[in-house]
T-cell receptor, first 115, second 108 residues
Framework: DTGVSQNPRHKITKRGQNVTFRCDPISEHNRLYWYRQTLGQGPEFLTYFQNEAQLEKSRLLSDRFSAERPKGSFSTLEIQRTEQGDSAMYLC?????????????FGEGSWLTVV | EDQVTQSPEALRLQEGESSSLNCSYTVSGLRGLFWYRQDPGKGPEFLFTLYSAGEEKEKERLKATLTKKESFLHITAPKPEDSATYLCAVQDGPKLIFGTGTRLQVFP
């Protein structure tokens, strides 16, 4: 068990380009979460999957953002037409629980810089 | 609306100087209060989960306690390697609502 894995760790992109981040959760974890964190702030919830179903999306997740979790395994977060305001660290987390209780483990994050 | 407030924003301690970090919260129904440690440029590392008032958990030099309105993270005889940002979060359904963290620096 190597923990939650995220790729790439760093991405610099030009404004208007599309970027995609990948997250591999801890094996057998049925819940997967995406958060965003900017400097000096705590992580903010973006979206959540249980198995392959996306069950909740924050209003922070604009139409330019899309997340998928095919087959309930890894997940991707795509940002289309990036803007400078999208610069942040994107964190993936996973948990195994039958209810909402359960330890939530985070990955190391993917840093996005939009220039 | 659920809210988490952490204080102080920053704390500088001499090695061995014990102190406490505060996390106050307002939630409609607490399902869990989480403490994480975050090193610069890295993701949050899980420390503790507390579920009910009166509950306490310990790990090495850290001890977390919970009341109905707040949680404390007590650091006993800290070492420079304890320097990090400590994040508090409450569980609201499937998601965590985080505070802005306390940035701790421990000097030798």
């Amino acid at each position: 068990d190597t923990g939650v894995s995220q790729n790439p760790r760093h991405k610099i992109t030009k404004r208007g380009q599309n970027v995609t981040f990948r997250c591999d959760p801890i094996s057998e974890h049925n819940r997967l979460y995406w958060y965003r964190q900017t400097l000096g702030q705590g992580p903010e919830f973006l979206t959540y999957f249980q198995n392959e179903a996306q069950l909740e999306k924050s209003r922070l997740l604009s139409d330019r953002f899309s997340a998928e979790r095919p087959k309930g395994s890894f997940s991707t977060l795509e940002i289309q037409r990036t803007e400078q305001g999208d610069s942040a660290m994107y964190l993936c987390a996973s948990s195994l629980a039958r209810s909402f209780e359960g330890t939530i483990y985070f990955g190391e994050g993917s840093w996005l810089t939009v220039v | 609306e659920d809210q988490v407030t952490q204080s102080p924003e920053a704390l500088r301690l001499q090695e061995g100087e014990s102190s406490s970090l505060n996390c106050s919260y307002t939630v409609s129904g607490l399902r869990g209060l989480f403490w994480y440690r975050q090193d610069p440029g890295k993701g949050p590392e899980f420390l503790f989960t507390l579920y009910s008032a009166g509950e306490e958990k310990e790990k090495e030099r850290l001890k977390a306690t919970l009341t109905k309105k707040e949680s404390f993270l007590h650091i006993t005889a800290p070492k420079p390697e304890d320097s990090a940002t400590y994040l508090c979060a409450v569980q609201d359904g499937p998601k965590l609502i985080f505070g802005t963290g306390t940035r701790l620096q421990v000097f030798p």
